[in-house]
């Protein structure tokens, strides 16, 4: 997701910034019929301050690279590790200046992959040769080892690319399991040298989606993340997808990984580790979600909002129940049940504790977080999830709407009023 956020986070406060903390209002035409008379009135939300800090992030680890100034980088990277930094939405800042680092080269080559024009080892090759020489200018640094180690699940990815593994070239199969092997070495090297860093732990896991093995231990890999790092969702959001069958795991393994993963981090979420390791998973996978223990969901979802109130995390959950899931119904009879349980919590979620729209947290609720997904456009995009958001939010009030009742989100609260 990271670089489909940073994609448009450059060009989308522009977007918004006419309507920025102003209402915007829909007609019931547009939201719940033509006889509608009532209309839907919902600040948007600033989007700048999330993506403005992890632009700038970005932009300081990509400006030390560039400098040479990579023991400025590691000191900033590791002093942010430590203390668990990150932006507001939970992105690490430390894997935001990693990225930042080693921008230049990945682009660099994905553009070289995708330009069709004839292209030399030199072009695919020298980049990233140039950041292992960096690497060993600074022995036992595990910041720099990790900059690089994740450059090569970046390359690795890029000759992976979209392609059906069975019809990948024989070179891109080639290259891609090389800089999978490389970044397991390097990664093996940064784990020796700090073992309780989060950011390592993270890099790791990002490891098991491209280099499959045997003893893999998906779960004792994001277990060990977790522990270091049990205040960002992601991680356990990223464990559930990857203990599905077509991964790593079982759905036996899913649900007990769920409940363990609950009584790990109850101080922290209550009930929500439970939720948010199937998050994920019984939105991609329908056996999942029929096998999910609802009731115990749900309370994860309630307490998730006791401890993380924030808006951000609001249009999370209420997109996520209100799109994303909705979008999966019949499909499977069974998970369909456990479904609309869970969606019907779209209705408390929106009415007692949403007060501002975050378009583009309901884009990706309408592509299913799709992490992989590239944005052509973000107006477009965030205009979409503008008007998925209008809709969903419509379709819930559409009985006081069609009685002529306005509907207000303010920060205080949910607001009814007649014309």
């Avoid at 522009?14 to 009532?38: D, N, R, W």
């Avoid at 600040?43 to 990509?62: C, F, N, S, W, Y």
């Avoid at 960002?232 to 599905?244: C, D, E, K, Q, S």
Wanted: hydrophobic share 45%.
């Amino acid at each position: 997701m990271l670089r489909s956020i940073e994609a448009i986070a450059a060009r989308i406060s522009a977007f918004f910034l006419q309507s920025e903390s102003q209402p915007v209002a829909a007609s019931q035409a547009a939201c719940a019929g033509q006889m509608a008379i009532g209309t839907l009135n919902i600040p948007v939300a600033q989007p700048g301050t999330d993506a403005l800090i992890g632009h700038k992030t970005i932009e300081r680890g990509r400006y030390l690279a560039r400098q040479g100034l990579w023991s400025h980088l590691s000191a900033e990277m590791a002093t942010a590790d430590t203390a668990g930094d990150t932006t507001p939405c939970g992105q690490s800042i430390t894997e935001l200046l990693a990225f930042g680092a080693r921008s230049d080269v990945v682009l660099a080559v994905e553009h070289a992959l995708s330009d069709g024009k004839a292209i030399t080892d030199y072009d695919l090759l020298c980049g990233i040769s140039e950041l292992e020489s960096e690497m060993n200018d600074h022995p036992g640094d595990p910041m720099i080892a990790l900059v690089v180690a994740l450059a090569h699940i970046d390359l690795a990815w890029a000759w992976r690319g979209k392609t059906p593994e069975a019809k990948l070239p024989r070179l891109h199969r080639s290259r891609c399991a090389a800089h999978f092997d490389r970044a397991s070495v390097i990664l093996s090297e940064c784990r020796e040298l700090a073992k309780n860093s989060p950011a390592i732990a993270a890099g790791d896991c990002a490891l098991l989606a491209g280099h499959r093995t045997a003893n893999a231990r998906a779960a004792d890999k994001f277990e060990t993340l977790i522990s270091l790092d049990p205040h960002n969702h992601r991680h356990m959001r990223v464990m559930g997808a990857h203990l599905l069958p077509r991964f790593f795991g079982s759905y036996e393994k899913l649900e007990n990984q769920a409940l363990r993963m609950a009584a790990k981090t109850q101080a922290v979420w209550g009930a929500g580790g439970y939720t948010w390791v199937q998050f994920d998973a019984i939105a991609q996978d329908d056996e999942a979600c029929a096998r999910v223990d609802v009731d115990y969901f749900l309370d994860g979802l309630r307490d998730i909002v006791a401890r993380r109130p924030d808006q951000e995390t609001i249009n999370l959950l209420a997109a996520y129940c209100a799109i994303t899931l909705k979008n999966r119904m019949g499909r499977n009879e069974k998970a369909d049940r456990a479904r609309q349980r869970i969606c019907d919590a779209a209705d408390w979620l929106i009415r007692d504790h949403l007060t501002e729209l975050h378009p583009l947290i309901w884009a990706h609720a309408a592509n299913g977080f799709n992490n992989s997904l590239r944005v052509s456009s973000a107006e477009r995009f965030a205009a979409l999830g503008h008007r998925d958001a209008l809709r969903a939010i419509g379709n819930l009030f559409r009985e006081e709407l069609r009685s002529g009742l306005n509907v207000t989100f303010t920060p205080s609260g949910l607001q009814l009023s007649s014309n």
